[in-house]
């Protein structure tokens, strides 16, 4: 357990829906971090957050958007879904989001059908 | 457009011997790296970084070495035993910023 927790672990949705997917940051870690990793593709930054405040964005989709709330949890929010976003969620945390490796969750397992 | 580039999608090594992965980038305002191992069904776990300032880290069996002029970067694994089998991802940040660029991974298999 690396003190990361995503939920669910596994989501099947039809397409035009909308999911919410939900990351525990390891305790004491103030930075959250989401990645996608689409099939035989490496993972894929798209938003940090640290302590609340969002502080770096990637390719991050206009239809998909994230918020850290107070309790330092993030969730990550995807509308309008289509079959290309089917792929693996990470969550990851750190505790400044500064130097130094992350800890990641062990993902969510997205199926758009 | 791809930073770091894993081009080797998979490698086979015999146990015993060593594992050699490579990751190339292309920007060269990276000045950190780092080296994460995945197991199926889970998420990755740090293995290993290096700091632009050097050209080798090492730690027990696993020695990253950082070849800036030619923007290279390898792990070695010495010597590889059948749990190393995992996928292996390089990243990279870039100064001043907090995200990590990954390559697409190398996918290792140690052979008993």
């Known amino acids: 357990d690396s003190g990361v927790t995503q939920t669910p672990k596994h989501l099947i949705t039809a397409t035009g829906q909308r999911v919410t997917l939900r990351c525990s940051p390891r305790?004491?870690?103030?930075?959250v971090y989401w990645y996608q990793q689409s099939l035989d593709q490496g993972l894929q930054f798209l938003i940090q957050?640290?302590?609340?405040?969002?502080?770096a964005k990637g390719n991050i989709l206009e239809r998909f958007s994230a918020q850290q709330f107070p309790d330092l949890h993030s969730e990550l929010n995807l509308s309008s879904l289509e079959l290309g976003d089917s792929a693996l969620y990470f969550c990851?945390?750190?505790?400044?989001?500064?130097?130094?490796?992350?800890?990641f969750g062990s993902g969510t397992r997205l199926t758009v059908v | 457009d791809q930073q770091v580039k894993q081009n080797s999608p998979s490698l086979s090594v015999q146990e015993g011997r060593i594992s050699i992965l490579n990751c190339d980038y292309t920007?060269?305002?990276?000045?950190?790296f780092l080296w994460y191992k995945k197991y199926p069904a889970e998420g990755p776990t740090f293995l290993i970084s290096i700091s632009s300032i050097k050209d080798k880290n090492e730690d027990g069996r696993f020695t990253v070495f950082l070849n800036k002029s030619a923007k290279h970067l390898s792990l070695h694994i010495v010597p590889s035993q059948p749990g190393d089998s995992a996928v292996y991802f390089c990243?990279?940040?870039?100064?001043?910023?907090?995200?990590?660029?990954f390559g697409t991974g190398t996918r290792l298999k140690v052979l008993a």
């Open positions: 957050y640290y302590n609340g405040e969002e502080r």
């Open positions: 920007n060269s305002m990276f000045d950190y």
């Open positions: 305790s004491g870690d103030l930075s």
């Open positions: 990851a945390s750190s505790l400044t989001g500064g130097k130094g490796g992350y800890t």
């Open positions: 990243a990279a940040q870039r100064s001043g910023t907090y995200k990590y660029i």
